[in-house]
């Protein structure tokens, strides 16, 4: 593979992702998401801004004991300091270096009309703002990457003083400096002239970071490689303000296999469908299904004329192997869709069912149907497992449920009370149990705790870390299907589970009972019911 030094992969899905409209991450989100990003194969992971977002400090204050990066580096981001002070003492710089990453990225301004209107300083002041910054970083150990706001803008207005800031930054120690398309107007022609030209005048590292206003993020961002860029920046799934940022995984996949770079570590573009898919469930974003490369549909084959040539050769009609991105070419009148898919999750989850075709043919279809129902497993590994073992060897079985029930209770002036009552069978007892909570999951949760925690004590491991809900069918009102993701933890890992149901209370129970036998297979518990 190419040395991940020679050539920058950047997400900044976490910090400017985030910025999209509607999307709200938790730092437990975002966590989750690192983790992913990692998957990747990225090598830096823009985490956020600490000091500045309360959300932020914690994430990288967490990130240091639950992150397990085997791939990519954190990078916190920040500003260069304010105007008439010094870096040592500005309190947002010194809230980097607490974050305690080993990548810091600085915005700093490199358009003439922004540094005097809107930073409201002088342009010599800000070139010293930018080197003070710098130099104080990298004294104090940190490698420095410069994202150069409104770079394109500014170098058409004062080509100059753009030039300047690039200097400025590399020669006080940044590693890179990126220029960045932060309106998002430009086009790949502008993007190419402006890259050579940058490159040749100051032999800076440069990177690229764009915009998709005009809808040529990635476009731009390949241009920008082209032209010389040994870095980029994206967000997986183009999340991100306005019209989004490029698209991290269009880009790494067009570098890969229509340039011919080796940019990921190897077999790491295979688990791009499956991790733009994750994210999207995380983020609680419908999945674009026309999404380049990684889309549900984005090797999809109706019937007829491109059915019978794929027959023949699959390759008549598409640009690229759908395997290459971890997708799968589907036929929409076929049952092959879906086979490579479960063949590449199962191999992950560590069962090799290449060798048991029909095996693969009943899960396959189970998948299908299930996910017509309204099922997602992308982001639910441990509900996919618990059918894959269904299916090959039996479902592990710790209690079977009877019935449950849920009443809530709301008075004037006061709290609304959830008390839920659960029958099972387990231990070849029937065991009949109460719980309450500050909500119908809530007490269903503590009812089934209180079943099962005398025959299963490993239960007290075990903790609701998540819950997010999805209608899938809003034009139904309050009639629609809803699907649930819950997410709990034994403390040292966290896994997900999804239930569907013609209710949210059906959906989240399902949903519940996956991560608890989940939960207990991890811990080793005994299948006695």
Same mark, same amino acid.
Not at 194 to 223: I, K
Not at 453 to 470: C, Q, T
């Given at each position: 593979?190419? #040395?991940?030094?020679?050539?920058?992969?950047?997400?900044?899905?976490?910090?400017? %992702?985030?910025?999209?409209?509607?999307?709200?991450?938790?730092?437990?989100?975002?966590?989750?998401?690192?983790?992913?990003?990692?998957?990747? %194969?990225?090598?830096?992971?823009?985490?956020?801004?600490?000091?500045?977002?309360?959300?932020?400090?914690?994430?990288?204050?967490?990130?240091?004991?639950?992150?397990?990066?085997?791939?990519?580096?954190?990078?916190?981001?920040?500003?260069?300091?304010?105007?008439?002070?010094?870096?040592? =003492?500005?309190?947002?710089?010194?809230?980097?270096?607490?974050?305690?990453?080993?990548?810091?990225?600085?915005?700093?301004?490199?358009?003439?009309?922004?540094?005097?209107?809107?930073?409201?300083?002088?342009?010599?002041?800000?070139?010293?703002?930018?080197?003070?910054?710098?130099?104080?970083?990298?004294?104090?150990?940190?490698?420095?990457? +410069?994202?150069?706001?409104?770079?394109?803008?500014? !170098?058409?207005?004062?080509?100059?003083?753009?030039?300047?800031?690039?200097?400025?930054?590399?020669?006080?120690?940044?590693?890179?400096?990126?220029?960045?398309?932060?309106?998002?107007?430009?086009?790949?022609?502008?993007?190419?002239?402006?890259?050579? #030209?940058?490159?040749?005048?100051?032999?800076?590292?440069?990177? /690229?970071?764009?915009?998709?206003?005009?809808?040529?993020?990635?476009?731009?961002?390949?241009?920008?490689?082209?032209?010389?860029?040994?870095? +980029?920046? %994206?967000?997986?799934? %183009?999340?991100?303000?306005?019209?989004?940022?490029? #698209?991290?995984?269009?880009?790494?996949?067009?570098?890969?296999?229509?340039?011919?770079?080796?940019?990921?570590?190897?077999?790491?573009?295979?688990?791009?469908?499956?991790?733009?898919?994750?994210?999207?469930?995380?983020?609680?974003? *419908?999945? !674009?299904?026309?999404?380049?490369?990684?889309?549900?549909?984005?090797?999809?084959?109706?019937?007829?004329?491109?059915?019978?040539?794929?027959?023949?050769?699959?390759?008549?009609?598409?640009?690229?192997?759908?395997?290459?991105?971890?997708?799968? /070419?589907?036929?929409?009148?076929?049952?092959?869709?879906?086979?490579?898919?479960?063949?590449?999750?199962?191999?992950?989850?560590?069962?090799?069912?290449?060798?048991?075709?029909?095996?693969?043919?009943?899960?396959?279809?189970?998948?299908?149907?299930?996910?017509?129902?309204?099922?997602?497993?992308?982001?639910? =590994?441990?509900?996919?497992?618990?059918?894959?073992?269904?299916?090959?060897?039996? $479902?592990?079985?710790?209690?079977?449920?009877?019935?449950? $029930?849920?009443?809530?209770?709301?008075?004037?002036?006061? #709290?609304?009370?959830?008390?839920?009552? +659960?029958?099972?069978?387990?231990?070849?007892?029937?065991?009949?149990?109460?719980?309450?909570?500050?909500?119908? *999951?809530?007490?269903?949760?503590?009812?089934?705790?209180?079943?099962?925690?005398?025959?299963?004590?490993?239960?007290?491991?075990?903790?609701?870390?998540?819950?997010?809900?999805?209608?899938?069918?809003?034009?139904?009102?309050?009639?629609?299907?809803?699907?649930?993701?819950?997410?709990?933890?034994?403390?040292?890992?966290?896994?997900?589970?999804?239930?569907?149901?013609?209710?949210?209370?059906?959906?989240?129970?399902?949903?519940?009972?996956?991560?608890?036998? !989940?939960?207990?297979?991890?811990?080793?518990?005994?299948?006695?019911?």
């Amino acid at each position: 593979m190419t #040395d991940p030094e020679q050539f920058h992969v950047y997400d900044t899905t976490l910090r400017d %992702g985030a910025q999209q409209e509607g999307l709200s991450l938790s730092v437990q989100d975002k966590l989750a998401i690192a983790s992913h990003l990692d998957e990747l %194969g990225v090598g830096f992971i823009e985490g956020g801004w600490p000091g500045a977002v309360p959300k932020d400090t914690e994430f990288f204050r967490r990130a240091r004991t639950e992150l397990n990066l085997k791939n990519a580096q954190l990078a916190a981001f920040g500003a260069t300091r304010k105007a008439g002070t010094t870096a040592a =003492d500005d309190p947002q710089v010194r809230a980097l270096l607490d974050a305690e990453t080993p990548v810091v990225t600085l915005v700093a301004k490199s358009h003439v009309g922004h540094v005097e209107r809107a930073l409201r300083t002088t342009l010599d002041e800000n070139l010293a703002m930018i080197a003070d910054t710098v130099g104080f970083l990298v004294g104090n150990g940190r490698r420095v990457f +410069v994202d150069a706001e409104h770079f394109f803008d500014g !170098y058409r207005t004062n080509p100059a003083y753009a030039l300047q800031v690039v200097r400025t930054a590399t020669e006080a120690g940044a590693d890179v400096v990126v220029l960045c398309d932060t309106n998002g107007g430009m086009l790949p022609d502008d993007v190419t002239a402006t890259v050579r #030209d940058v490159l040749a005048q100051t032999g800076a590292r440069l990177g /690229m970071h764009a915009h998709n206003d005009t809808g040529c993020a990635v476009a731009n961002s390949v241009a920008a490689v082209d032209a010389g860029a040994t870095h +980029v920046q %994206g967000t997986v799934n %183009g999340t991100g303000e306005r019209t989004g940022n490029a #698209d991290l995984i269009t880009m790494v996949a067009n570098l890969e296999l229509k340039r011919g770079m080796t940019v990921l570590p190897d077999g790491a573009l295979q688990e791009a469908t499956r991790i733009a898919h994750a994210v999207s469930e995380l983020t609680n974003i *419908v999945p !674009y299904s026309r999404q380049p490369y990684v889309g549900a549909s984005a090797f999809a084959h109706k019937a007829g004329l491109h059915a019978s040539a794929i027959k023949v050769d699959p390759d008549l009609y598409q640009h690229t192997d759908p395997a290459h991105v971890g997708n799968d /070419m589907r036929l929409l009148v076929s049952d092959m869709a879906g086979r490579a898919s479960v063949e590449l999750k199962s191999r992950e989850l560590g069962y090799d069912v290449s060798g048991d075709r029909e095996l693969v043919t009943r899960v396959t279809q189970r998948v299908k149907d299930l996910e017509a129902a309204g099922y997602t497993f992308e982001a639910a =590994d441990a509900s996919f497992e618990l059918l894959l073992r269904e299916e090959a060897e039996g $479902r592990p079985s710790y209690f079977d449920v009877e019935s449950w $029930r849920v009443i809530t209770e709301s008075r004037p002036g006061g #709290d609304a009370v959830s008390e839920a009552t +659960v029958k099972l069978r387990a231990g070849g007892e029937r065991v009949v149990v109460t719980g309450e909570g500050n909500g119908p *999951v809530n007490a269903l949760d503590h009812a089934l705790r209180t079943a099962i925690g005398a025959l299963y004590p490993e239960i007290d491991k075990l903790e609701l870390i998540d819950f997010r809900v999805r209608i899938l069918d809003a034009a139904h009102g309050t009639d629609a299907v809803t699907r649930v993701l819950v997410e709990m933890t034994d403390g040292k890992t966290s896994w997900e589970t999804v239930g569907v149901g013609a209710n949210i209370i059906e959906a989240s129970w399902e949903a519940l009972v996956d991560a608890v036998t !989940y939960g207990l297979l991890r811990q080793g518990g005994a299948s006695i019911s």
